[in-house]
């Protein structure tokens, strides 16, 4: 049985606020972009709460359920961002994570981190852990939440940027928001109403090039 804030994907329904937004689950799927522009309307703590209870409905091995998520906003968004500015060094001369075709549109690898940081000013924040002794197949179903994550905020209208600057960082996070030391961050994500339209759509493979059916 759904709560009201629940997200049922066998009826493709958001009920939130006494509403319904409906999505079909391949629409929100098809539509998901990631947004480095964000305005600065904030999402309702239960917009993000309902994302929550039902991202976690991700596959789990022996439902471990091997995630553990801090979200952050106002104040503490704040507090969190300016800990991470003070100490942004390692972002120069850092492997980079963008193909050259990308980069070459871009303002450079470390200012791309240092806006990663920033969670590209989105209003809300999330860093998303996971334990230092996580199996193989616990990784797998990490990312499985992840995207439900992902999907869910799109189908309350919501964009989203998933990050991965923020590995690494735990002694930067543990002494002020009491992140466990058995936990370690595995990606942010910056959570909020876009600011404008992505001025480009990244390519996708079609289906032949990473498909091979064995269908009689």
Not at 108 to 129: H, I, K, M, Q, S
């Amino acid at each position: 049985m759904f709560s009201d804030t629940y997200y049922s994907v066998r009826r493709s329904i958001v009920r939130f606020e006494g509403r319904s937004q409906r999505m079909h689950v391949l629409d929100a799927i098809a539509s998901r972009r990631t947004v480095r522009y964000f305005s600065a309307r904030r999402p309702t703590r239960a917009q993000v709460e309902s994302i929550l209870k039902n991202a976690c409905r991700a596959p789990s091995n022996r439902n471990n359920q091997p995630w553990r998520v801090l979200v952050f906003a106002e104040d503490a968004l704040a507090d969190l961002v300016n800990g991470f500015a003070a100490g942004d060094a390692h972002t120069d001369g850092a492997p980079p994570r963008w193909s050259p075709d990308l980069r070459a549109s871009q303002s450079g690898d470390a200012a791309l981190r240092r806006g990663g940081l920033r969670f590209y000013e989105a209003p809300v924040g999330l860093l998303c852990t996971i334990s230092r002794d996580a199996s193989p197949e616990d990784w797998l179903d990490h990312g499985g939440f992840i995207n439900n994550i992902l999907l869910g905020a799109n189908a309350f209208a919501l964009s989203t940027c998933l990050i991965g600057d923020f590995r690494g960082l735990e002694t930067r996070v543990a002494p002020r928001f009491g992140l466990p030391p058995d936990q370690e961050i595995t990606v942010g994500i910056g959570i909020g109403y876009a600011e404008r339209a992505r001025e480009r759509l990244t390519e996708r493979q079609p289906l032949e090039a990473f498909t091979a059916f064995h269908w009689n």
